[in-house]
């Protein structure tokens, strides 16, 4: 018998992780499912990013190992990019390093910092990967929630002085997943001075920066006086790009900070396709302009689905920021038997709260992947649900 270990039983379960197969059984039995359960948008990617590769996979250069350097163009273009986006200049070999998609960084980051007996602080409900990276790691999470009455701002104030002591990390995620919160730079302005004053790595996680709505611009945490001290920050071109499967992101950050985590993945990965590298250094110089179109598509989504949603009696903000809507549900109404029968009556995959942890409950998240149409279907369905939640039965099914 092999014994599996302490760290990997204590992974809580993916939230997105039987999803796939439920859906493929519905579909199977003809049922009509509109998914907007993963943050997976359905636009495709950049006409410049499938030019640039097929370019690079008939250049048997780009074939080889990139090693964690990868592509100097690449590093040059991210360097760039965060210069024209945020004003801030970065060495592209020392200051930046390319990662398989920012999860990838975002996960092994506390390899490189924590020690036996250490806490990363965890916002709760968060991108799973935190919490999973912080126990793989041997670090003790804290949960810290996210509470609507803080504009689901993760509150440093409300942590124990001994937690803020022990802790080596802490993960900041605006424009926010699941919430769609967006952070004021007082707020970051505080952050930075209480990592600053207990020496705590900031993750700042901006998976979502230009994916934001009504004029809204979403700041670096390196607008910040005082940041480069204890900040890495990290960029993704999956969702302004619509590049998910790609896998391609980048940290930012000060040169031992990035050296530490270069180390990190030295020993568990040969870093991102080189082509993949080419063609997100392709994007990467054409930014703006391929990123307005899919923010404008988003904001028309948002300003379907949220009038839809509330007509048939749910609760929401209509957000300024991300690619979600966090819905909340009538007190007494969990949202993990919502969402599954949400799911299994009426073919719309939505995701509970409670899958982002306990404190996400009283909530599920519809994520703005499918077209205006399919938005406000899904939201008849999902009231339907609630209808019949409240009754105690379904009415009709899809
Ligand atoms: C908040 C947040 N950070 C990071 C990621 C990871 O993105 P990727 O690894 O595709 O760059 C996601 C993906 O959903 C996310 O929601």
Redesign the pocket.
Known sequence: MIDISARVKSLPGYPLAEIPSIKRRLVEAGVDVIDVGA?DNDTPPPQIAITAMNEALADPAYSKYGFQQGLPAFRQAASRWVEGRFGRRFDPVTEILP?I????G?AHLPFAVVNRGDATIVPEPG?Q?YLGGSILAGAEPYIAPLRRESDFLLDFTSIPEAVLRRAKVAFV?YP??PTAAVATLEYLERSVAICRRHGILLAY?N??CDLTFDGYRAPSIFEIPGADEVALE?F????SFSM?GW???FAVGRAELIGALTRVKSYVDTGPFLAVQKAGAAVLDHAQEIVAPIREELQGRRDAAVPALRKVGFVLESPKAAMYLWVALPEGLPSAPFARRAMEETGAVVLPGSSFGPAGEGYFRIALTVGADRLREAAGRLGQVLQASRSGELATTA
């Open positions: 943050g990662l998609g920012s999860k990838d975002l991108y990967a995620n926010n997943n996680d998976a979502y990290f993704s071109l999956s969702k998910t896998r391609l992101g």
